[in-house]
């Protein structure tokens, strides 16, 4: 399909009517391990699966094109794809990440640095001091990832690409937060986008996945000999369903969007409620760069709640809300960073970070938003010991039980 078409037009045409054996109008799930051969000097298109497969590609040139690159490669994990970009550096050379990016992330890094795979500085990227003195020691490789975990921090990648630029460094955007709906990094000028595709993307919480996509095709080509090389190429199933939930990641994301927006209003007027980490809210000290790189703001909030409220209550007493990690999915998800998901930094990494023991992540999926409004409230009053019926006077054990 041509370039020229909007991206939702892209998304809908991708590997539709494609098939050369039937024509199938959905793309049919290739799942053959090996391919044969007419002869043995003429090496077919397509020869073994971990090297490329019909199925994958489809959502490889998807995703490529959706991002405004020349070549994506889809891998088993948003890790797997992190890990597939830090083959483009060497012993020696300097990986530049920002301090509050996904755990994960910050595990692999160190545990790779360690290993003298590449030396390895952190910075917050939203401080010009912090950027001054972290690109003085001339990094080769630059990771961005904005918005940011758990936070929602937003770094100005124009700003970031032009340091990079001026020491000849590589920039690697994690857009997973955002998805190309949203944001496009590639546009903004960084060189590849890497992504957990386990979120937004697939959007459906039935697969693990990610993607790595190159603006120019010899570093596209770089990184899937790597993805060949070290096994990491996605399997064909997973392609197909991730294929199957981008179909509808517009409008998911629209509407994920604007009830996250109708939530995160009630609850900024909420007493109970300190502070709301929202990248739409002209409050939140990105809102400017927001608005100027990204296309909306994203269906993830965190939300700081004022001292008397309890949070652990607060999350035991929610109906609709799973309390689980991840995010991006049809289903509204709610977490504690602090005992969940940034669990493994020690109290004081916390505390630099930001990541209170009152802070609360809210992914919003597509349920309606005033049932979600209703749900946190009902919650809270609970929490808060606002309502009568307090089970705060309930044992530990048996507040539990209530949720
Ligand atoms: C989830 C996530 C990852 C890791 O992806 P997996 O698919 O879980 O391996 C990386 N970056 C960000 C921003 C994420 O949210």
Redesign the pocket.
Known sequence: MSESFRPETIIAGAGVADDPAFNSVAPPLHLSATYGWNDPLEKPQYDYARSGNPTRTQLENALAQLEGGARGVVVS????A?DLALNLVNPGELVLAPHDC?G??HRLLTARAKRGHFELAFANQTSAVELKNAFAMKPKLVLI?TPS?PLLRITDIRGIVALARECGAITVA?N??LSPALQQPLALGCDVVVH????FINGHSDV???AVIAREQALGDELAWWANCTGVTGAPFDSFLTLRGLRTLFPRLERQQKTANDVVSALAADERVSRVYYPGLESHPGHEVAKAQQAGFGAMFSVEFAEGVDVIKLLRHLNIFTIAE??GGFESLVCTPATMTHASMTPEAQKIAGISERLVRFSIGLEHGDDLVRDILAALDKAAGTEEDNVAYLPEGAASKCA
């Not at 994990?77 to 797997?80: E, L, P, T, V, Y």
């Not at 957990?196 to 979120?199: A, D, G, H, I």
């Open positions: 994990s948003g890790m797997a992190l996904y994960g992330t990832e975990n994690d997973t937060f957990s595709t386990t979120k693990v996945g990610g991840s995010l």
